[in-house]
């Protein structure tokens, strides 16, 4: 047999053993007679789901993009590797990440299981070309069990930094969005009325924070339930500045103060914030600017001041 043969032969039997040991995962988890209910309610639900999805598939296309995510979503949906709780968690940070649509956590889950697959795959069939070390197939195997674990982590910190530009987005805005709302209550609008106006003004500045605002003011009016419908904001924004705006407003609520000195008091202490923060930005930019002066900026000086007098020394030294 030839060593291009053995080598492929090599590579097949460890994508094999990976797909046997994720088997062998799923059997763990899901075995037993608990586990075989558990997963036989589970594949009823996902199969109803996936019916209504086919049904709205079929009705309006639309485009690649709505096609590809319904069926990123089933792919999803069948996954066994991962329970209610993984998938709770990975709700409430696609939430914060300003995804709600009703397939986020499929997709999620259908991206990370296919991108490891694909760096796995990937890493043996191209862990060969490693020069040294990539002949042997222990090495090749150990790299594809790493690229097999970055392909599985990468998607999350993706959504962990998206979510937390999306949070810095909506923390510069939010003493504007205060300010809005204190102007709002003044005028004798309710907080419904007050929190849409505010969604409607920062639609052109803000357009995550409007959003959020906007989807709580349709909880306010729909539900009734003004306390769970604040805590939602707080729970899908996730920043300590509106955990202390839902605060002062539910004890506003719950103990008949007026909204509007409260509101008046916290956009007050948030601008402060905010100023202290720009100033203490401010303050950092002298030491960060230090080193890009020194590599980049220095040496053109030095070059055009002492540039002259060392093609004068030069002439003379030649000179002489």
Not at 113 to 132: K, Q, Y
Not at 191 to 208: G, T
Not at 241 to 259: D, F, N, V, W
Not at 301 to 319: D, E, F, K, M, T
């Amino acid at each position: 047999m030839s060593p291009n043969h053995t080598e492929t032969l090599v590579n097949l039997l460890m994508l094999l053993a990976l797909f046997g040991a994720l088997a062998l995962w799923w059997v763990r988890k899901h075995g037993g007679l608990r586990g075989r209910i558990a997963e036989r309610a589970r594949q009823a639900a996902l199969s109803q789901r996936a019916e209504r999805v086919h049904a709205d598939v079929t009705d309006d296309p639309g485009s690649w993009r709505t096609r590809l995510t319904h069926r990123l979503a089933r792919i999803g949906d069948r996954l066994p590797f991962f329970d209610v709780a993984y998938r709770a968690k990975l709700q409430k940070e696609m939430l914060r990440g300003g995804y709600r649509s009703r397939h986020a956590v499929s997709v999620l889950l259908a991206m990370k299981f296919v991108m490891a697959l694909s760096f796995a795959t990937l890493a043996v069939m191209l862990g060969s070309h490693v020069p040294n070390v990539g002949h042997y197939p222990a090495v090749r195997g150990a790299m594809m069990l790493i690229a097999f674990v970055i392909g599985q982590v990468l998607p999350e910190y993706v959504l962990a930094f998206t979510a937390s530009r999306r949070r810095k987005l909506m923390s510069a805005y939010l003493p504007d969005a205060l300010d809005l709302l204190v102007i709002c209550t003044n005028a004798g609008n309710s907080l419904a009325v007050s929190i849409r106006r505010v969604a409607d003004e920062l639609a052109d500045i803000c357009v995550p924070l409007s959003g959020e605002f906007s989807l709580t003011a349709d909880e306010l009016q729909l539900s009734g339930d003004n306390t769970r419908a604040l805590q939602g904001l707080a729970d899908r924004i996730d920043l300590p500045s509106i955990r202390a705006l839902i605060s002062t407003l539910i004890q506003a609520m719950r103990y008949g103060t007026p909204i509007t000195h409260a509101l008046r008091t916290l956009s007050r202490a948030e601008r402060l914030a905010h100023l202290v923060t720009l100033e203490e930005k401010a303050a950092k930019l002298a030491p960060k600017m230090v080193v890009p002066m020194m590599i980049f900026i220095l040496p053109a000086v030095v070059v055009i001041a002492a540039g002259p007098s060392v093609i004068q020394l030069i002439r003379v030294l030649a000179s002489q």
